[in-house]
């Protein structure tokens, strides 16, 4: 099944409206009362949010200036002080809540773990006592670099607490990459466990942190705390290395939470860019709180008995604000899944949904097209009755692979939302609201109110219905990203002044085209700058280039996506070697496991062709549109006019 093509959503026409009995029971009932939100929300966004944050969310003091908005910088619910923390935990121990799971987990071997809002608290505080014990202090930064497994979620949470901000890299990436954001971050601690499970296999944490502290290349990091999880045995430097298990009886269960000032730092989590060096997205206190809590508990139309599950990983913004903060911070049961769907069991999420009884489950298109491709008769084998609501996010998803989630796993029951958000936003911009908005396979629907969202060309006037353009935010909302941490400068080029400020005000824009429809409904088209999507993980292609470059063999590397079936896009990188180096099949292995080394098995290229020249414009920029087109064995002869010497485009077609 492919990826979206303009052909295939020009032609869909299909739309289904929110079933009666869903649409009775939800938080926003209908289309009007979406469309009244909305309005309210326009005519007076602080006012919209100011009400919501009162309402929602538990405030240590109140603020003094809902909005202070000085273009790219925004501040929300300045002078409040809050934490985040005490929203997903505290504040239900003294409801009938306290007994209510707030964590289930299923561990990949099978093992399993539930945690009430009562018990996670406990956990929780003591973790944050632990971190106190090691020297955290409030304004430190903590590294994080976990297995799906409870501790991530706690480690979140204790840090949380202390007012510490955390970095989470995800368990995919490499020493390499995980030593250049604790270094980027200064952090001072690092959290991980001795290894985690996947796909049958244990990934080796630990050894990867030991990598990345080596010889002094993290100076920052002074301690690393390790969860026991996989007990393989993993060496311990005395003095910097401390077990949880060993530290957590030594310590007390008393920890308040610390009050934060709304705009304090809450987190720093990298994502990539379009060039080399990944930024760290920086994310406050008060305003993403508010702005995961109202998304999760509206868009996900979280009831007091949902068992609600979303398939990331904490290592991604989706596992830090609909695994972690959106979920708990509404009081719900969130379930973590230490597993990936794999070749000996194809039908573990499905024995998941059946074993809990999951009611709302939330996952990538790319785990969509895996399930299409494994075979109908392993969601069909189990009892999937429990669903009531899907989700999806990361990439725009094919109407066939939407209608295919809606029927088999949905039992044409569930309505669908299809969540378009990114790192930088914290949350939901455009997706619907299920009990009220109406679907159309492949489109993201409708902006969440309060999210003034826009299709612009690069003037920033609104272009025309079904016609491609930039999607843009035009107003601030609370859960945006603040600024790229240590580096204000790059927040602005990157987000603000790609396009045209209109009347002054300067419009968000961060990398995706998208087209609207005569119903006002957006499709998103995909990024439009150099960053690819493979399974749903975002990549920068200029990192991998830098990674591949980085091996001496390498003289120069382009590297560009070609759409794959499965994940979407797959790398595909264009090498020229050094000198003497002659091609080989040998030098191709080597540099595959050279960019996994750099940056993590993620990056692995699916393929990398030798060539004796890159494909430039006469002022010598790479032509990766050119490139694009002939890894995806595209016709590319009429369109050369820009380059600088035919006879390197020959080569590279015929593979020379
Ligand atoms: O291109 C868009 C795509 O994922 C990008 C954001 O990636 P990341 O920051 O890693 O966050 C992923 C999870 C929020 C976007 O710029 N994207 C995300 N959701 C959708 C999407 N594309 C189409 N439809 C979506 N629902």
């Known amino acids: 099944m492919s990826q979206p093509t303009i052909e295939s959503i020009l032609h869909e026409r299909r739309v289904f409206t929110p079933p009666a009995d869903f649409a009775q029971q939800a938080h926003i009932k209908s289309l009007d009362e979406y469309q009244q939100l909305y309005d309210r929300a326009k005519a007076n966004p602080a006012k919209f949010w100011e009400e919501l944050a009162i309402k929602e969310l538990h405030w240590f003091e109140k603020w003094h200036t809902v909005l202070d908005w000085q273009p790219p910088n925004a501040r929300w619910f300045d002078g409040g002080k809050i934490n985040i923390s005490y929203n997903c935990l505290d504040r239900h121990l003294t409801t009938w ?22 018990q996670l608290h406990r956990e929780v505080c003591q973790f944050a006592n632990a971190l106190k014990h090691l020297g955290v202090q409030k304004g430190d930064v903590v590294g994080v670099y976990m297995p799906m497994i409870p501790e991530a979620a706690i480690a979140m949470l204790a840090c ?32 991980t466990a001795d290894g985690g499970w996947r796909k049958d296999a244990i990934v080796p944490l630990k050894e990867q942190v030991d990598k990345a502290l080596a010889d002094g290349a993290a100076p920052t990091v002074q301690h690393v705390l390790v969860v026991e999880r996989t007990k393989q045995g993993v060496t311990m430097e005395p003095g910097r290395d401390h077990w949880w298990h060993e530290v957590q009886p030594t310590v007390s269960a008393h920890c308040p939470a610390e009050p934060m000032d709304s705009e304090d730092m809450l987190f720093i989590l990298y994502t990539s860019g379009s060039t080399g060096k990944p930024k760290g997205v920086v994310h406050t206190t008060g305003g993403y709180n508010l702005y995961t809590h109202i998304t999760t508990k509206w868009v996900f139309d979280l009831q007091e008995t949902d068992v609600y599950w979303c398939t990331a990983d904490v290592g991604w913004i989706t596992g830090h604000s609909y695994i972690v903060y959106g979920p708990l911070s509404n009081g719900a049961t969130t379930l973590m899944y230490e597993g990936a769907p794999r070749a000996s069991n194809p039908g573990c999420f499905w024995d998941v949904v059946e074993k809990y009884g999951v009611t709302v489950f939330y996952t990538a298109p790319t785990a969509i097209r895996a399930f299409i491709k494994m075979g109908d008769q392993h969601p069909q084998a189990r009892d999937l009755s429990s669903l009531r609501l899907l989700g999806t996010v990361g990439e725009p998803i094919n109407p066939e692979s939407w209608m295919w989630y809606q029927k088999v796993i949905g039992g044409d029951r569930c309505p669908i939302v299809d969540t378009w958000w990114q790192t930088e936003t914290g949350g939901h911009m455009i997706t619907s609201l299920p009990g009220a908005v109406p679907t159309k396979p492949g489109s993201a629907t409708l902006p969440f109110p309060g999210i003034l969202a826009d299709v612009v060309d690069l003037e920033g006037n609104p272009v025309s219905d079904h016609e491609g353009g930039y999607l843009v935010v035009r107003h601030p909302w609370p859960g945006m990203m603040r600024t790229v941490y240590g580096d204000p400068d790059r927040f602005r080029r990157t987000y603000w002044e790609h396009i045209a400020p209109v009347d002054g005000q300067s419009l968000y824009f961060a990398g995706d085209g998208a087209r609207k429809d005569e119903d006002g409904y957006f499709w998103i088209m995909g990024r439009v700058d150099d960053v690819i999507s493979v399974s749903g993980h975002r990549l920068g292609t200029m990192e991998i280039e830098s990674a591949l470059v980085s091996h001496p063999a390498v003289a120069e590397a382009a590297v560009v996506g070609r759409p794959d079936d499965l994940k979407g896009e797959e790398v595909v990188a264009f090498v020229t070697l050094e000198g003497a180096i002659a091609p080989s099949d040998d030098l191709i292995k080597t540099l595959k496991q050279h960019v996994v080394t750099e940056i993590g098995a ?45 006879s390197v485009l020959d080569k590279l077609r015929t593979g020379g």
Not at 97 to 118: C, F, H, V
Not at 164 to 173: E, L, S
Not at 618 to 629: E, N, Q, V
């Open 97 to 118: 809540r306290k007994n209510k799971a707030a964590l289930i987990w299923e561990g990949e071997p099978g093992d399993s773990r539930t945690l009430t809002y009562a």
């Open 602 to 646: 993620l990056a692995r290229p699916g393929e990398i062709r030798f060539s004796d020249a890159l494909p430039k414009t006469r002022s010598g920029k790479i032509m990766r549109r050119l490139l694009r087109a002939i890894a995806a064995g595209e016709d590319v002869s009429g369109d050369t006019s820009t380059l600088e010497d035919r």
């Open 160 to 191: 949380a607490r202390i007012g510490a901000a955390h970095t989470v890299v995800f368990g995919g990436f490499s020493a390499e990459a995980l030593r250049d954001r604790l270094n980027d971050g200064n952090a001072k601690l690092i959290i």
